[in-house]
């Protein structure tokens, strides 16, 4: 079964940064395109920057600009450097499959807290 360890979070006030990872296990091959997610109290859980296999990115309005999304094919790693933080951008932040209607198991995500 494939399971998803986010890890990275934590408090930071505005304009700080937070480097997230996320770990894929019970999987073969390693070619799906890959999401970072959040979702904040109250709020539908959203995307919030997708990567392939290839390397090719694409990031939420909110994202762009401030947020970097890589991933480590050999190690089956997905990493998201956020930074220039903001207040709305608390959430808990998750990785799975992206731009598609099956999603692995969620994992137990990774809060992050912006404030000052």
């Known amino acids: 079964q494939v399971q998803l360890v986010e890890s990275g979070g934590g408090s930071v006030q505005p304009g700080g940064s937070l480097r997230l990872s996320c770990v894929v296990s019970?999987?073969?091959?390693?070619?799906?395109?890959m999401g970072w997610f959040r979702q904040a109290p109250g709020l539908e859980r959203e995307l919030v920057a997708a990567v392939t296999w290839g390397g090719s990115t694409n990031y939420a309005d909110f994202a762009e600009g401030r947020f970097t999304i890589s991933r480590d094919n050999a190690k089956i790693t997905v990493s998201l450097q956020m930074n220039n933080l903001k207040p709305e951008d608390t959430a808990v932040y998750y990785c799975n499959r992206a731009r598609t209607s099956t999603f692995w198991p969620w994992g137990q995500g990774t809060q992050v807290t912006v404030s000052s």
């Open positions: 019970g999987i073969g091959d390693f070619v799906h395109t």
